[in-house]
């Protein structure tokens, strides 16, 4: 079993999907699942047409928030995202509300980080050049507008539950592609 499995990030969502017969719920579910979808290609163009005119995002970390705002900027963290080889990831969702306005998903958010990003955003690593599993218990409401479109991610989550150092061969065909430009 691959230690990343983007797949298991959308299940939940697809399962509901196929049992919700309300209209409403249906296209909240949708948005949030095409959105998910294009964040794991990586499709910036098709990530961002999910999203409401000026999108407003809350990332809390320590108290504050340090989500991007306006659509330029949640454009300029998605590409950074992408850029920062960070985004081979599943969100392990274990609880799941949908509503009118909007999705809650929480779970365990893993992702692989390069060992010079984990680095810089303050995780003790120990290899610069290596590959580290990060695990994280996360919250996220996903509000949408009366169009069907994510007003934004409101985020919340412990801090790292699990740092690992991988080897090469724990490593995802996905992440390996992705490293040596094969993507």
Not at 57 to 75: A, I, Q, S
Not at 109 to 128: N, T, V, W
Not at 142 to 155: F, N, Q
Request: aromatic letters at 10%.
């Amino acid at each position: 079993m691959p230690i990343i499995d983007p797949n298991i990030t959308w299940k939940p969502l697809e399962e509901r999907l196929a049992r919700t017969t309300n209209g409403r719920h249906r296209q909240v579910l949708e948005v949030v699942l095409e959105h998910m979808y294009e964040e794991a290609k990586p499709d910036l163009d098709g990530l961002m047409a999910t999203l409401a005119p000026e999108p407003d995002y809350h990332f809390w970390h320590d108290g504050h928030d340090v989500g991007p705002k306006t659509t330029e900027g949640v454009r300029e963290y998605y590409a950074n995202f992408v850029a920062s080889q960070s985004n081979v990831l599943e969100f392990d969702i274990d609880r799941l509300y949908v509503d009118d306005e909007g999705l809650m998903t929480e779970g365990y958010l893993r992702q692989i980080y390069p060992g010079k990003y984990a680095a810089q955003l303050g995780f003790p690593i120990d290899d610069p050049d290596a590959a580290y599993f990060i695990e994280f218990r996360q919250l996220i409401v996903w509000p949408v507008d009366a169009d069907g479109k994510i007003l934004g991610e409101d985020s919340y989550h412990s801090g790292p539950s699990r740092i690992e150092k991988l080897t090469e061969d724990q490593l995802p065909e996905a992440y390996v592609e992705m490293m040596h430009g094969d993507n």
